[in-house]
C-alpha cells in the first residue's frame, strides 16, 4: 500500500484478511521488524523487501493513501469519495497502531459515533436501501476527536518509521 506521509511517498507491506469468515479480532496489519514499520521507495525496492521476507505482493491500485492533513477533509461538504478517504486513513492508523502495540484511543461512543458516521457516509449498496443517501455532517466536537485520532495515528507512524 502506497501512503503519503510528511510529504514523502512510500510503500507499506499490509496484509489483510478480506476472508468471508468473520471475526471478532481484526488481523490487518502492517509489516513490523524490531519494532520499525517496513517501508520501501520505490516498486523495485517493495518486491526486493517482500522477496526478503517471504512475502507475495498483491498489485494495489496504484493509489496514495494520504495522511497528512486528510481530517480537514471534514470542512468540505460531504460525499462518499471524503467519507472514504478518511475512513480508511482512520482503519490504516488503527491497523499500524496494532502493528507497534500501540492504541490509538479511539475507543468510546463518541468516537463509534464519528466512525459509524464516516462509515455510513460511504453509502455502500449492501447498507443503504436503494435509493437513499446518507450524507453526514460533523459538529466541531466531532471534527476535533477525529482529528485526536489521526494527531495520534500520525506520531504512532512517526515513532516507528
Not at 471524503?82 to 499500524?96: E, H, K, P, R, T
Not at 460511504?122 to 443503504?128: D, G, I, Y
Amino acid at each position: 500500500m502506497w501512503v503519503r506521509f510528511n510529504g514523502c511517498d512510500r510503500a507499506l507491506i499490509w496484509q489483510t484478511d478480506d476472508s468471508t469468515q468473520v471475526t471478532d479480532e481484526d488481523t490487518d496489519a502492517v509489516l513490523v521488524l524490531d519494532g520499525r514499520i517496513v517501508t520501501a521507495s520505490t516498486t523495485e525496492d517493495l518486491t526486493t523487501v517482500a522477496a526478503r521476507h517471504g512475502l507475495e505482493l498483491e498489485d494495489s491500485d496504484g493509489a496514495v493513501q494520504v495522511l497528512d492533513d486528510v481530517e480537514e477533509l471534514l470542512e468540505l461538504p460531504a460525499s462518499e469519495a471524503i467519507c472514504a478517504q478518511v475512513l480508511d486513513a482512520w482503519n490504516l492508523f488503527a491497523d499500524i497502531a496494532r502493528s507497534v502495540s500501540a492504541t490509538l484511543d479511539d475507543t468510546g461512543e463518541a468516537w463509534q459515533q464519528c466512525y459509524d458516521k464516516l462509515f455510513f457516509g460511504n453509502n455502500l449498496p449492501s447498507v443503504t436501501p436503494a435509493g437513499e443517501e446518507y450524507r453526514p455532517c460533523f459538529t466541531v466536537e466531532e471534527q476535533r476527536l477525529i482529528r485526536d485520532v489521526f494527531i495520534r495515528g500520525r506520531a504512532i507512524l512517526a515513532t516507528h518509521l
